[in-house]
């Protein structure tokens, strides 16, 4: 992680509630999020554990919630495929339950016309060239992309004769 500037001014656990629930309540936040928060703000463990308890039980934070929602949203916002998605919430430390309930936000239909869509914006700017360059170049966009290999090729395969 990069060094972050923290800040040198401490504040109590009284000041902090109202600034984390601010903070958790026009965005959905992980539990990660939070809590380095609260570590910013100064607070020490203990009091970072009794903050989140706070916010878990007046449904500010909810890893369920938050884990449909940044799937859902990096899918149409993004045009993220599955494993990136994945790979992003277990960075944020979201239980595999929750990964598998997020996933669940996307649509199979959706995410095969993602995916084409994909790989049609892809091909419409990188035109020439040889055709089995061209296919191993959109392969390796869209799996970056967070899509699966054998999804990539065989949609490839039908775009690029």
Same mark, same amino acid.
Do not use: F, I, P, T
């Given at each position: 992680m990069d060094e972050q500037v923290r800040r040198t001014e401490k504040i109590t656990k009284q000041q902090a509630i109202p600034k984390i629930e601010y903070y958790c309540s026009y965005q959905e936040r992980c539990h990660k999020e939070v809590i380095s928060k609260l570590y910013d703000y100064g607070l020490n463990t203990d009091e970072v554990g009794e903050v989140l308890a706070? #916010?878990?039980?007046?449904?500010f934070l909810n890893e369920e919630r938050f884990a449909r929602a940044y799937a859902g949203g990096k899918f149409r916002q993004k045009g993220w495929g599955r494993t990136r998605i994945i790979r992003e919430l277990k960075m944020r430390d979201i239980s595999d339950y929750c990964i598998k309930k997020a996933m669940s936000e996307i649509e199979d239909d959706d995410y095969e016309a993602r995916l084409i869509t994909q790989a &049609?914006? $892809?091909l419409a700017t990188h035109k020439g060239g040889i055709k089995w360059q061209l296919k191993q170049k959109? #392969?390796?966009? #869209?799996?970056a992309k967070g899509y699966e $290999? &054998?999804?990539c090729h065989k949609i490839l395969e039908r775009l690029i004769k």
């Open positions: 706070r #916010l878990v039980k007046a449904d &049609e914006k $892809y959109a #392969l390796k966009h #869209l799996v $290999y &054998e999804q």
